[in-house]
C-alpha cells in the first residue's frame, strides 16, 4: 500500500491544522489506520488511530484537540488538529495495518509560540 501525507506547515499556537493520507486502495478494507508523529531528537509515537470498526484511540497530549476519521469519497484518513501548540511540532505519518504494515512519507508540522 503506498500512503502519500499532506496538510503540514506552519501555524500560530492556538491554529489549526487538518493532515490528510491518501491510500493507493480501499482503506476501508484496512484493519486499523494511525498518525503518528516524531519530534526532533524524540522517539516515533502514536497520535491516534481508528479500527476498521470505527474505534478510536488517541493519546493522552492530544484528546480534545485533535480528530482522526476516514472520508470514504476520498479514500483518506484525516487528522484535525486544533488548538495547536508548540509541542506538537513534528513530522506526521500516517500507518496503515492492511495485514502488512505501510508507512507513509512524514508531513512536517510546526507550531510557533
Known amino acids: 500500500v503506498q500512503l502519500q501525507a499532506s496538510g503540514g506547515g506552519l501555524v500560530q499556537a492556538g491554529g489549526s491544522l487538518r493532515l490528510s493520507c491518501a491510500a493507493s486502495?480501499?482503506?476501508?478494507?484496512?484493519?486499523?489506520m494511525s498518525w503518528y508523529r516524531q519530534a526532533p531528537g524524540k522517539e516515533r509515537e502514536l497520535v491516534a488511530s481508528i479500527s476498521a470498526g470505527r474505534d478510536t484511540n488517541y493519546a493522552d497530549s492530544v484528546k480534545g484537540r485533535f480528530t482522526i476519521s476516514r472520508d470514504r469519497a476520498k479514500n483518506t484518513l484525516n487528522l484535525q488538529m486544533d488548538s495547536l501548540k508548540p509541542e506538537d511540532t513534528a513530522v506526521y505519518y500516517c500507518?496503515?495495518?492492511?495485514?502488512?504494515?505501510?508507512w507513509g512519507r512524514g508531513t512536517l508540522v510546526t507550531v510557533s509560540s
Open positions: 486502495r480501499n482503506i476501508f478494507g484496512f484493519r486499523a
Open positions: 500507518r496503515a495495518d492492511s495485514g502488512w504494515v505501510s
